[in-house]
């Protein structure tokens, strides 16, 4: 049963992760290789604040994400200056230079030694110690940024993404400001990668850099592309799936060792299949629609 | 001394790496990031060769660089050709070429474990001294048969005509199949030299170091940041881009620490994204600007 719940947790993660990266990449266009570096700023955020200052979580949250966000604007500035390819392999570089701070900083992280003994939560009084009460807290930040990611799409702002994401210099021309656009949906979406990374630290207690690495990027955008670009719900039956597969996969009597490793194979597979296809998201390749990507 | 030896020998193995991926680069346009996996496989093979099946080793090496040339020719056929019979935006291929790296390096992590391995050649050697830094004998193969690979296949795309229509199909592939140059098999072809080049770095660079299965992914990168910093299409600026993340990267492993190399790497390609986006040669690319 705790792992159940560990495991719907870890569905919680993923689908904030997801989600937040279709701001950037589905409704803008911006596919980042970054996110885990976001996620891996949260994290840390959190784990320095709360085990040198002795923050609490409700204080960690908003520095998290400013600081996330502060660091992802820089980036943007930098980052929005290409397009297409390029853009992608920079935020692969970006992603590196996140990580390589994490496992080498070693005065302010610990390097590859992690940080230990974050506090766990604490509500009213109330310790959240149990696996159920974090679910639900899980579930109410799921909710929270379901509902904003939701209307962000629905908003005017929403509209000025997805014109740009099918035609940047046609937006341009309408007197949309492409550039501004571009680098608040950056922001916006590092901004709520870290709060997965609070939550994630609070809840394991102990984090290290190996979480936060190229690999998870990939497998986070893995998701949002399963699920489909600026798809929501998508994302989140794709977070779901690809957690519980290697279960799927231990319950049909696969050992541990494999089923990590053919849990990736099969999520590239898909990914490579979906590419080829040249449809947006699994859902899509089942029906005649064919909304293109970028 | 030894450092500035370091140095070359980094240089060396960059410049073959960014090489063989901008011949696949320029005849198709995207980054096939699944390059990463054939500098992999190229060292998994001879390992597989010679210690399983203990053929010898030259004739081993010969094979795994025939088989590795094989699977970048059939990432082509079954992926990217497909892709390009739908004509599918240029992104899902970047992205698609992820994919096929995450499944191909699981394979070689099923396949042979993810703990780091060792190319066993003959005999372990001291190294042969050169002023007052050492040398082994891999490293001077490796600068040999690098700077061998890359003249003879520059002559090849200048004087052959072979290798006359890669570069046609590069600048203008729509008016190649005009003039009746298939572009299909032109691409096809710079796909099994790219791989073949590209699984000799990787072997030569496993036999210096040792390897794991993400080994070559690191190694992809710095020669993709190479060939964007020297700008896309460019070899006198691929080599000037080798030359620069070498120094860099050893620079900063002398004055600062080890660690840092890979982030001092992606500075500079972030510093020139901003200052110089066309790289040291500063030819147009419609992608860099928009």
Redesign the interface.
Known sequence: MEYILHLFILICFYTLLSQSLNLSAGFTGLISLAHAGFYGIGAYTTAILSTQFGFSFWLNIPLAMFISGAIAFIVSLIALRTVEDYFIICTLGIQVILFSIMNNWMDLTRGPLGIPGIPSISLLGFSLDSKISFLLLSLFFVAIIWFVLRNISKSGFGKTLTAISEDEIYSQSIGKNVYLSKTVSFTLSAMFAAIPGTLYAHYISYIDPTSFTVAESIFVLSIVIIGGLGNLTGSFLAAAFLVLLPEALRFVGMPDSIAANMRQIIYGLILVVVMMTGKNGVKELFTSKAKRIA | MQLLLNEILSFFSFLLIGFSFSLIYHSTR??HIAHAIIITSGAYFVFFFTNKFSIPFPVSVTLSILATAIIGVACEIL?YR??RK???????????S??????L???I??FFGDDTKIINTAEVTVGHQVFDAYITTIQIITIVVSIALFVAVNLFLHYTATGKSIRAVASNPELCNIYGISSNKIILIAFGIGSALAATAGILSAMDTNMTPTFG?NLL?YG??AM?IGGVGSTRGLVAGALLIASAQHLAAYYI?T??M??VT??I??LF??WK?LGFSGKRLK????
Request: with cysteine; glycine share 2%; proline share 4%.
């Open positions: 995207f980054f992926v497909q892709m739908r004509n599918v935006p240029a992104l899902a291929y970047l992205i698609a992820i994919g096929l790296y995450v499944v390096q699981n394979c992590s099923l992914f990168l993709v940041v964007i620490d660690k840092w890979d982030a992606y500075i390609l972030i994204l901003i986006p992608k860099v600007e928009v």
